[in-house]
């Protein structure tokens, strides 16, 4: 018992330094558990926040790479889609050309046909405005007609068709020169003329008629009424008329209807030989006219005289003597035809 005492009491090295120090030497080694502790966390922390950094950064790399992939997807794809329609351009732009092409070349074809078509018109014009000098002398129809020739060729405006619109122009200048002659208006006075026939007066007509007898006074006496009536009856056996003019002749009343329509006839005579431009029959029938209204119509009365004046003024109208014709623009238009059937036949050989 005696050695197992000590044996409690002595302390051995291992016990010495895990039992706390006296009061005096725990607090400095407290101070250093916490120091290391707080570097500890500090360590810690440092790590977290750099590892989150780097994550977050990571993050950010991705993000912006796949946006970098998006914004180069869009941009190709809308390149893929900006050339799609650059193409579609092009084809539709190569197919425009074509066509104009073809159009062009449809109207290179078309443009002989053209103006084929115009000399072909002008030639029947021209041939009606002869037609018109040679039957009916009609000179203001046939400037008409060449005027639209004219006009018909200046808008085919080709260096060949010059010849042709110098010989127009030549026979334009020459029917110009001709007097105009209304001759409508000379037809519709002689139609007013033949109208007017029926309502002249004859030339016997204008003989003074016999004077009434006089009222016999109330209570004339019989013998003096006698008298009276024997001295009428003997004034009217002697009639005394005064006269500037030569004696009217007497035309019986069954011929006055044929003088009229003889008269009538000799007009219409007269307006036939005007509209064929016959100078010579159209004043002949005139001037015949004009003498019948004067020997047996009163020529003292106003339809008379106004039928006179309007006689005498158309026998004074100046007929053309001489009408002009276009036979220099007919062989003109022949030339120009000859020429395009020459260079036609010659075309395929070149």
Do not use: C
Request: glycine residues 2%; hydrophobic residues 50%; charged residues 25%.
């Amino acid at each position: 018992m005696d050695d197992a005492a000590p044996t409690r009491d002595r302390a051995t090295p291992a016990d010495v330094a895990g039992a706390p120090l006296p009061g005096p030497l725990a607090h400095p080694l407290s101070r250093g558990v916490a120091l290391a502790v707080a570097v500890a966390l500090a360590v810690a922390l440092a790590g977290v926040w750099l590892t989150a950094r780097e994550a977050q950064r990571e993050l950010r790399l991705e993000v912006a790479k796949r946006l970098t992939d998006a914004d180069t997807a869009l941009v190709q794809a809308k390149l893929r889609e900006t050339q799609a329609k650059l193409a579609l351009l092009e084809a539709r732009l190569a197919e425009s050309q074509t066509q104009q092409a073809s159009l062009e070349a449809l109207y290179r074809e078309l443009a002989p046909s053209r103006d084929e078509v115009a000399i072909n018109e002008v030639e029947q014009v021209l041939l009606l405005a002869s037609q018109q000098l040679s039957i009916a002398n009609n000179v203001q129809a046939a400037l008409a007609a060449l005027q639209l020739a004219e006009a018909k060729l200046s808008r085919v405006d080709r260096p060949q068709l010059v010849p042709l619109r110098r010989a127009l122009a030549r026979d334009i200048d020459k029917l110009k020169s001709v007097p105009y002659v209304d001759v409508a208006g000379i037809a519709l006075k002689l139609d007013q003329a033949i109208a007017a026939v029926d309502a002249l007066p004859l030339a016997r007509d204008e003989r003074l008629p016999a004077p009434a007898p006089p009222t016999p006074p109330a209570g004339e006496a019989p013998w003096s009424r006698f008298l009276r009536e024997a001295w009428t009856e003997l004034k009217s056996l002697v009639r005394v008329e005064v006269a500037d003019r030569p004696e009217a002749p007497l035309v019986p009343p069954p011929q006055a209807y044929f003088l009229r329509e003889n008269l009538r006839l000799r007009l219409l005579t007269a307006r036939v030989a005007l509209l064929s431009h016959d100078d010579a029959g159209f004043r002949s029938d005139v001037s015949a006219s004009s003498a019948w209204v004067k020997q047996y119509f009163d020529t003292r009365a106003k339809p008379v005289a106004a039928l006179l004046a309007t006689l005498t003024q158309l026998a004074a109208t100046p007929m053309p003597t001489e009408v002009p014709d276009v036979a220099a623009s007919l062989t003109a238009l022949r030339t120009v035809k000859a020429t395009r059937e020459r260079t036609t036949a010659a075309a395929p050989a070149r």
